[in-house]
């Protein structure tokens, strides 16, 4: 008993998405073709279109339809900021705090040596050229504070410093309506040794 | 801030699949565009080709890119035993024990109340075409014996007794290999009910 050539090679390709295996893709490939033929077409469709549209900014590396994107064309920013994130959302979560006004690098990753990510794959030389330019006088490290994301933030600082830039990192510190009983000691730690004069 | 509309298109496209909420589908969207583009145009073409070419056996109800599937066309099957099945996969189960040479008819789903799938979704009018065309003498229901997969078996054996067909059912009792100790009490309570003399 053969499976259709086309139910195969779909079950096949639904692996490359991140986290898909065998029987999950052989689940998603029938339950498209079973309940859900608009969806799948749909699905095909836009997959061809944002291969084909979808490309990186060429001054902050975010996707985009165009050769800049949006935020890096806005004129009314200050462009004396480079705020370096690992993903678009993590920069759209700091847009959201109406408190940030410059411009972005976006890393689309971390440093990860344990997944085989090393600088050469963090498109570094280009955050290094568009840190460079002569115009940006601080870089802001906005990378998570995960272990790799720290590793990563490390890593910029030291090429930055070395090229004569101010380098920052949003602080770290107690959660804004955290309680103390709650958060890990090591926050408190970092918290206490980042104290305020008031 | 604006996310490029290609972009969005495809996180949204990529809900349809099933178990994939708004946080998944980013981050496959994300993975696919930064890290696999290939796959991403290929897993495009994919769904597209499977949406255009996989139909339904018009005998067996199972995917097939033909009017009638492989197994239908076989001859030399033997065509008075009819056996049903939930899925495309539980037809490959029964067909690598090499214990059945009937052919198929493929529910493509059991029926389930609350999920709102009832006879008329399950194409039990294209089943009972297919039994009753004078030569299938014998229906061995194979559904899951899930509380789903017995309540379909119950039903559809209900509707075919009542048009006069021989109907059976897979055998429940101890797996093969199964130690007494390590199975579950109604397992070995249906095992002590269908005894057989030796």
Redesign the interface.
């Known amino acids: 008993?053969?499976?259709?050539?086309?139910?195969l090679?779909?079950t096949?390709?639904?692996r490359?998405?991140?986290?898909v295996g065998p029987k999950?893709a052989?689940?998603?490939?029938?339950?498209?073709?079973?309940h859900?033929?608009d969806?799948?077409?749909?699905?095909?469709?836009?997959?061809?279109?944002?291969?084909?549209?979808?490309r990186h900014c060429s001054l902050c590396n975010t996707?985009?339809?165009n050769d800049l994107c949006?935020?890096c064309l806005d004129a009314d920013r200050d462009a004396t900021l480079l705020c370096v994130v690992e993903?678009?959302?993590d920069?759209?979560m700091i847009?959201q705090t109406l408190t940030y006004k410059g411009l972005y690098f976006v890393l689309?990753?971390r440093l990860s040596p344990l997944d085989g990510i090393g600088p050469k794959d963090l498109q570094l030389e280009k955050l290094i050229a568009r840190a460079t330019d002569g115009v940006v006088a601080e870089v802001v490290l906005a990378t998570n504070f995960t272990n790799e994301g720290e590793a990563t933030a490390h890593y910029i600082s030291e090429t930055m410093k070395a090229r004569g830039l101010k380098v920052s990192r949003l602080a770290r510190g107690v959660p804004v309506g955290g309680e103390l009983e709650y958060v890990d000691a090591g926050t408190i730690a970092r918290a206490m040794l980042d104290r305020r004069a008031t």
């Open positions: 008993m053969k499976t259709p050539s086309s139910l090679l779909l096949e390709a639904l490359h998405l991140p986290g999950s052989q689940r998603m490939a029938y339950h498209l073709l079973q859900d033929r969806g799948a077409a749909l699905l095909g469709r836009a997959l061809t279109q944002a291969v084909d549209q979808i996707f985009t339809e949006e935020v993903t678009p959302t920069q759209l847009e689309m990753g």
